[in-house]
């Protein structure tokens, strides 16, 4: 029998962790049961896997990214999947958990509407509240992905909205760029 292939995030933070490596398939869970072998460290929710640390992880491979690795490329994917499955016999794909860039176009109360593209406006939740006005760029989350705190974006987000607004982007962007992924947060100063 095949194992459940799981869908991880992965998170690097050299100040904070060493070179250690982390994999978060479920944090919404706490383990109750920990594997270790070698440098790996499975962590399970009963037979669930919710988790994998890599410990000595520049033995395997060497990262200069901090936080959550939002967009890994196949090579890195491929790498991990297979260190895993040699070393705990699990099956995981790294996951994406991509940023968008989008525009505000309408805002009642505590509601904001968000232009991806031409024609597509959704309604989105905010994870912080901000001084956001009509026509300013901001950064959104689609409501399956992982956030940079390890928490899905669906868990800030009402029933019907299907982004997360995670912060502001400032800068003479042109429209036709909305939608498009992006990866460098900032803050508007006033």
């Given at each position: 029998?095949?194992?459940?292939?799981?869908?991880?995030?992965?998170?690097?933070?050299?100040?904070?962790?060493?070179?250690?490596?982390?994999?978060?398939?479920?944090?919404?869970?706490?383990?109750?049961?920990?594997?270790?072998?070698?440098?790996?460290?499975?962590?399970?929710y009963n037979d669930e896997l919710i988790?994998?640390?890599?410990?000595?992880?520049?033995?395997y491979l060497k990262l200069r990214l901090?936080?959550?690795?939002?967009?890994?490329?196949?090579?890195?994917?491929?790498?991990?999947?297979?260190?895993?499955?040699?070393?705990?016999?699990?099956?995981?794909?790294?996951?994406?958990?991509?940023?968008?860039?989008?525009?505000?176009?309408?805002?009642?109360?505590?509601?904001?509407?968000?232009?991806?593209?031409?024609?597509?406006?959704?309604?989105?939740?905010?994870?912080?509240?901000?001084?956001?006005?009509?026509?300013?760029?901001?950064?959104?989350?689609?409501?399956?992905?992982?956030?940079?705190?390890?928490?899905?974006?669906?868990?800030?987000?009402?029933?019907?909205?299907?982004?997360?607004?995670?912060?502001?982007?400032?800068?003479?962007?042109?429209d036709i760029l909305l939608g498009v992924?992006?990866?460098?947060?900032?803050?508007?100063?006033?």
């Amino acid at each position: 029998m095949e194992n459940k292939l799981y869908q991880a995030y992965l998170y690097f933070n050299y100040p904070a962790f060493n070179d250690i490596l982390i994999l978060v398939i479920n944090n919404e869970l706490t383990p109750n049961r920990v594997v270790s072998k070698g440098d790996f460290i499975g962590l399970y929710y009963n037979d669930e896997l919710i988790g994998v640390n890599i410990l000595n992880s520049n033995q395997y491979l060497k990262l200069r990214l901090g936080g959550l690795i939002h967009n890994p490329n196949k090579p890195l994917s491929d790498l991990i999947s297979d260190l895993v499955k040699n070393y705990l016999d699990e099956n995981i794909e790294l996951a994406s958990s991509p940023v968008l860039l989008g525009k505000v176009v309408n805002i009642e109360n505590d509601s904001y509407q968000i232009q991806l593209d031409k024609g597509s406006v959704y309604k989105c939740g905010i994870i912080e509240k901000t001084d956001l006005e009509v026509n300013d760029l901001v950064l959104i989350s689609p409501s399956y992905t992982r956030l940079e705190n390890g928490n899905l974006a669906s868990s800030y987000l009402k029933k019907d909205e299907k982004y997360l607004i995670i912060g502001q982007e400032e800068g003479d962007i042109d429209d036709i760029l909305l939608g498009v992924e992006t990866y460098t947060l900032s803050s508007k100063k006033k």
